[in-house]
């Protein structure tokens, strides 16, 4: 089981001031205006949509049913609340990244190249 308030707390540090939180997903802008978003209510994993990633990064799943372990293309139906008001750049009309992160340690990984890249 994963704490999302955890990887909350890690994304805010990282990302400060840019917090756009509903019940379901919270969204996060780096400082070259990238969006990522963290859904709140899973526990199995943590699993975030971004709009680049890297894909040598240890202990991350690139998540996609129709096309496995590729992003979601421009079409694809993805999280309700990836809308115009949430997460602009992450929603239907954009083509995103939607990852399973295993533990904290790799979403830390990912932050950390996700606010450079």
Do not use: H
């Amino acid at each position: 089981m994963v704490d999302t308030e955890a990887a909350r707390r890690e994304l805010k540090a990282v990302f400060p001031f840019t917090e756009v939180c509903t019940q379901y997903i919270a969204t996060y802008k780096s400082s070259s205006g990238k969006e990522i978003s963290l859904e709140r209510e899973r526990t199995e994993a943590f699993f975030v949509w971004l709009q680049k990633y890297d894909a040598s990064i240890d202990g991350v799943k690139i998540k996609n049913e129709k096309f496995p372990g590729q992003p979601y293309g421009w079409k694809q139906p993805r999280n309700s609340n990836l809308n115009d008001k949430n997460a602009p750049q992450l929603k239907v009309g954009n083509k995103v990244w939607y990852l399973e992160v295993e533990n904290l340690e790799a979403l830390k990984r990912v932050i950390s190249w996700y606010a450079t890249a």
